[in-house]
């Protein structure tokens, strides 16, 4: 490498361990997402949604880079589409992570709107 050149890097954050299943997620209704607060830092995992005649049109889903990987958003995901379950509610997943859960978890499928 010549002495000159530089090669920046951006450090990469510390992973933290949380149990995905003892997760307490609240629906935040007036701003139209689920959230589950991680740690002391008020972290936070999120799924957003609009709400479309009946139907909720999932937005995002999101997880802090050092809480990725531990089932958290799947978990999120989950929760959602129960709650869309029990409240009648058809889904339109606009979340790439929503349609690829929803591809794994085939019992959800009859929640998409056709």
């Known amino acids: 490498m010549h002495p000159s050149t530089f090669i920046l890097t951006s450090p990469c954050p510390m992973s ?41 049109g999932l937005t995002h889903t999101g997880v802090p880079p050092q809480y990725r990987r531990q089932g958290i958003a799947g978990t999120m995901v989950k929760h959602v589409l129960e709650h869309a379950r029990t409240q009648d509610m058809t889904v339109v997943p606009y979340c790439s992570y929503v349609v690829h859960y929803i591809n794994e978890h085939p019992e959800y499928k009859s929640l998409l709107n056709k």
């Open 16 to 56: 933290a361990s949380i149990d995905a299943s003892a997760l307490q997620i609240e629906h935040d209704e007036a701003n139209q997402r689920f959230v589950a607060v991680l740690d002391d830092e008020g972290r936070e995992a999120v799924v957003t949604y609009r709400r479309l005649d009946g139907q909720l």
